[in-house]
């Protein structure tokens, strides 16, 4: 806009936010800390935190039935504290929190809390996608364990080479990976299904679970658990499943994976609630990528005040 009036962006951009856009205005009437939009309250929310400036996280609540337009936003507020939310969320109606119908969020406790204490009518539905993850990164925590030993297995083997006065040449599989190379490309891998394995990666697969037993089993296990949240239609049959998978993993004797599992099992309530509707924290995630999408355009955030009211008239 500034190049086809031809006049300085940076002068077009102050003229905006000091009298075009009516921010000095907003900004002597609102508290930025603590946006609350009553209006765009609806029976399916999301709740998530999300980091505007600095490392600074902000608390953000979202309506599903906007689908990420204008009048999703309906609260966004500093700081991740129970009681600091719960403060803000007093400005809101009582019948308007009453008339929540289901709330996700993902498996912190402050979220829950809150969720708890506001929407006292909700079903509260931990995110798929948080549960899914606590799984796969604990199959992602064994492979760094044997990629840590691999490496310190190959510094051994240098130096014993350098007291022989001989060049270190490592072992290779037959697809040329090393053994270090072997457990760090196999990240990706070992988070999706064999079905969406490219040639190459079935190949690595082959030699890892090979070399690596344990790691096949705990792969195996973490897919056992995604079929459960992804094939289940009624959660009572769920619940039976979740039974089925604590005993595989006991039996296993990963570390890793029975951390995993008592995870889970704690916050098990909440998991199978998603068999109710399937709903995710999705809209939150999607709204969150926007808000940094926002951030990026803008080459980062110097006014914070400014980017609140601009993402409030975008969003809110």
């Known amino acids: 806009m500034a190049q086809h009036y031809r006049i300085d962006y940076k002068t077009l951009e102050r003229q905006y936010k000091e009298n075009l856009s009516c921010f000095r205005e907003w900004q002597k009437k609102t508290n930025p800390e603590a946006l609350v939009y009553v209006e765009n309250f609806g029976e399916r929310m999301s709740i998530d935190e999300v980091t505007l400036q600095n490392g600074e996280l902000y608390t953000v609540l979202t309506n599903k039935d906007k689908h990420g337009k204008k009048g999703c936003l309906a609260a966004l507020m500093k700081g991740t504290k129970s009681e600091v939310v719960n403060k803000v969320l007093k400005e809101v109606p009582v019948w308007v929190l009453m008339n929540v119908k289901e709330i996700t969020a993902d498996l912190a406790n402050t979220m829950d809390w809150i969720c708890r204490t506001n929407f006292m009518n909700a079903i509260i539905t931990a995110d798929r996608f948080h549960v899914q993850q606590v799984v796969s990164e604990a199959v992602q925590e064994i492979r760094i364990k044997y990629r840590r030993e691999a490496i310190e297995e190959e510094n051994f083997l240098i ?29 990706y891998l070992l988070f999706k299904p064999r079905s969406k394995w490219t040639k190459s990666q079935k190949e690595r697969a082959e030699i890892l679970f090979r070399e690596y037993p344990e790691g096949k089993k705990a792969y195996d296990l973490s897919m056992y658990f995604r079929g459960i949240m992804e094939r289940d239609s009624d959660r009572n049959k769920a619940k039976i499943e979740f039974k089925k998978w604590y005993e595989k993993v006991n039996i296993s004797e990963i570390t890793e994976l029975i951390s995993a599992a008592h995870t889970i099992e704690l916050h098990e309530g909440k998991i199978l609630n998603y068999f109710y509707h399937r709903e995710t924290n999705a809209s939150a995630e999607s709204f969150n990528a926007k808000l940094k999408g926002f951030r990026a355009l803008l080459r980062g955030v110097r006014d914070i005040k400014f980017f609140l009211f601009r993402v409030e008239t975008l969003f809110a």
């Open 159 to 187: 130096v014993e080479a350098r007291k022989e006065r001989r060049r270190y040449e490592p072992k290779r599989y037959t697809n040329g990976d090393t053994k270090k190379q072997l457990l760090a490309r196999s990240m």
